[in-house]
């Protein structure tokens, strides 16, 4: 008989919520699951690291085919503690999500989730990270579920080229008009905070903002394809280098 | 008069540390300084977020040319904060470091400086973080400031590409054999965990580890440069999308 595969799964959003308890039902079919999820919300954790406190955790149910931890620290700890330490092989997947929010554009940068997939992703893993644009704890995950495990299935048949992670993105609709193949969309936050004078003195500000698209309207970017009522799948690399601008520096006027 | 250029300075090592004092002196010869750091470390934080607590600053000092500012956030929070709500007009550069530590590699997606690098990008700024391969708190920065300095002044002059920052490291050695102009290495961090029992009963584990490149030796890579003692700047973009694998996914059957 053949060895079911093994799915990695973590979030940002911790282990209580409905988005990663809603990716286990899916995927449970699929393969054997191994969950190493924060033990509370992580959201906007980017690909952030715990190297000044230690981490520790702790099994919190294990059934048959599915076994699930929660962890002190970021959702990259969770990810590294999971695969080095708690992983009983190297895992054929790693899944992050599903995330509470959107996670294209710009907001990869950001995002916790994509913070897990980047890091499956440099550990040559192929990783997919998976997002519903709508912040609600008790988001309709339903009409995303079967992309989810029809993606999975298909990166477990295809693979992924080394380097290359999938940012898969839902729009908060019922029904979704297909998939589009994206590139990240150009754009930036504006209007980012809003301040307030503390009863006892003294200013603070909340982080709030605007998206703001940089781009015309074209069917490639995941902005737009998510306006559009489709599924959004933007392929990722880990690898950040410019490698164009890399020869034009080559004339620059660099020595002391 | 011309207007002298407005440099805007952050770190993920925090408001006190030496690479940011160091950072300071050597730039204020060149422009006007708005500093807006960490209250205290942050180092590691990546691209990391804070949108569920508020945010506080304080004016830690002004002097001609020169405010400085530490605030309770992220890295990015600190760009964005000083971008929207403190600095007098845009900045003409963002700046991040010096680093105490390498941030060359795959580093990249876990450093704090480099997420105020990506942020003053994101925000359509030329943006450069400089690291030093040194983490000791006193480390000895001065062989690096020449360098700073100069590629500082040639980025005001140039310009960077939108969406392209650098990311600028420094080997720990009191000469360098030049600049090199690089990509990020491709290599991943193993024996990543040292776990401990703690007095009172369970299991807790520290981040820690061994880089391990998986590339043969090619002078272009920032890790190889870096070991053979050259300055290693590494053109990295915020865009990172893969665009050969979106076409190569046109194929992928992502029906349900």
């Known amino acids: 008989m053949e060895r079911k595969p093994l799915l990695f799964l973590s979030n940002d959003d911790g282990v209580e919520a409905k988005g990663l308890k809603e990716l286990i039902r899916c995927l449970r079919s699929v393969g054997d699951l191994i969950v190493v999820a924060p033990d509370a919300h992580r959201s906007g954790y980017s690909a952030s690291i715990t190297s000044d406190i ?142 307030s004078r503390h009863p006892h003195g003294g200013r603070y500000y909340w982080l709030t903002g605007e998206y703001e698209t940089l781009e015309g309207e074209t069917e490639k970017s995941d902005y737009w394809a998510l306006k559009k009522g489709f599924v959004a799948i933007t392929p990722t690399r880990t690898d950040m280098t410019d490698y164009t601008v890399m020869d034009e520096m080559e004339h620059w006027n660099l020595n002391v």
């Not at 990270?129 to 309709?140: E, Q, T, V």
């Not at 999975?152 to 029904?175: I, K, Q, Y």
């Open 54 to 195: 230690p981490l520790r955790c702790e099994k919190v149910d294990e059934q048959e085919g599915l076994v699930i931890y929660k962890c002190s620290g970021t959702p990259v700890d969770c990810v590294k503690l999971g695969l080095h330490v708690l992983s009983p092989r190297t895992p054929d997947m790693v899944i992050g999500g599903i995330n509470h929010g959107d996670n294209s554009s710009v907001n990869v940068h950001y995002s916790g989730t994509m913070g897990v997939v980047i890091e499956g992703c440099l550990k040559r893993i192929p990783s997919v990270g998976f997002s519903l644009c709508d912040h609600n704890p008790d988001a309709d995950f339903s009409p995303a579920l079967p992309y989810v495990r029809r993606i999975t299935e298909e990166v477990l048949v295809r693979g992924l080229p080394e380097g290359t992670c999938l940012n898969v993105n839902f729009p908060a609709l019922s029904v979704y008009k297909g998939v589009k193949i994206c590139h990240q969309n150009r754009g930036e936050w504006v209007k980012e905070f809003v301040d």
